[in-house]
């Protein structure tokens, strides 16, 4: 079991919005910034969002991140077929003093 | 470029040691935290170790404090990760990553812990 809890699929059609969450609690997404991660078929996992809503040079704006409370959200408008990937989101958990992973979240673009 | 080059995985028996490398270029490798994360096949991405810029402040995950040390090496620019005591639990593609948020990470080297 995850520290932080996301839900394991997602789907949408190519345009459509989707969105995948991130719940944590007070001592990780609470406290601490998020950081996102896509990792293509068969690829290493690469950096999407940082510190909660910064994307990373080359980044399209279709992605963007939030943060409220002790969750937090991917949101991917204009869905492409070439979204298709496992996300993941991370923080920094005060308690464990370690990082944590959400378990992934499985993206179908139907 | 970035580039994060790791090596040393392979196949070894239950209770057996392995040390991983990550070869670091195009950044200052003396200046950036460095990580290591593990992926289990057909698992999701799990933290094992950081260190920062000056060796001080090392983290790891429970599940490997006592068995694996994480080291740099900044003349050679490069990331360690020495495991002992391995299990059939540790069997995972082991990345190292760059930067504070992990942004760059390197294409991986699988670990098979197995008699």
């Known amino acids: 079991q995850s520290v932080l809890t996301q839900p394991p699929s997602a789907a949408g059609t190519p345009g459509q919005r989707v969105t995948v969450s991130c719940s944590g609690s007070s001592s990780n997404i609470g406290t601490y910034n998020v950081n996102w991660y896509q990792q293509l078929p068969g690829t290493a996992p690469k950096l999407l969002i940082y510190?909660?809503?910064q994307r990373p040079s080359g980044v399209p704006d279709r992605f963007s991140g939030s943060k409220s409370g002790t969750s937090a959200s991917l949101a991917i408008s204009g869905l492409q077929s070439e979204d298709e990937a496992d996300y993941y989101c991370?923080?920094?958990?005060?308690?464990?003093?370690?990082?944590?992973f959400g378990g992934g979240t499985k993206l179908t673009v139907l | 470029e970035v580039q994060l080059v790791e090596s040393g995985g392979g196949l070894v028996q239950p209770g057996g040691s392995l040390r991983l490398s990550c070869a670091a270029s195009?950044?200052?490798?003396?200046?950036?935290?460095m990580y290591w994360v593990r992926q289990a096949p057909g698992r999701g991405l799990e933290w094992v170790a950081n260190?920062?810029?000056?060796?001080?402040?090392?983290y790891y995950v429970g599940s490997v404090k006592g068995r694996f040390t994480i080291s740099r090496d900044d003349a050679r620019k490069s990331l360690y990760l020495q495991m002992n005591s391995l299990r059939a639990e540790d069997t995972a593609v082991y990345y190292c990553a760059s930067h504070d948020s992990m942004d760059y990470w390197g294409q991986g080297t699988l670990v098979t812990v197995s008699s």
């Open positions: 195009g950044f200052t490798f003396s200046d950036s935290w």
């Open positions: 991370a923080t920094w958990d005060g308690s464990l003093s370690g990082w944590v």
């Open positions: 510190t909660n809503n």
């Open positions: 260190i920062n810029q000056h060796g001080s402040e090392i």
